[in-house]
């Protein structure tokens, strides 16, 4: 993996970053917050959605080796 850079001064703010290996097939990939609960197949409450900071800077994404 990639070394993490700290992109901002906060403790609290997200690092998302990692590797997978899946076979090549058609799919999508969603990082989400509060939006949709998977576990419950029901919509968060959205005015929880307002109580949130969401903006993100994505420095790498890549396919393929």
Do not use: W
């Not at 992109?7 to 989400?32: F, L, Q, W």
Request: glycine fraction near 6%; aromatic fraction near 6%.
């Amino acid at each position: 993996m990639a070394p993490t850079f700290d992109h901002s001064p906060d403790p609290s703010a997200c690092r998302v970053y990692g590797t997978i290996e899946v076979k090549k097939v058609t799919a999508n990939m969603h990082i989400t917050t509060l939006g949709h609960g998977y576990a419950s197949c029901e919509h968060a409450n959205q005015n929880l959605m307002n109580l949130s900071h969401l903006s993100h800077v994505i420095t790498e994404f890549s396919l393929g080796p």
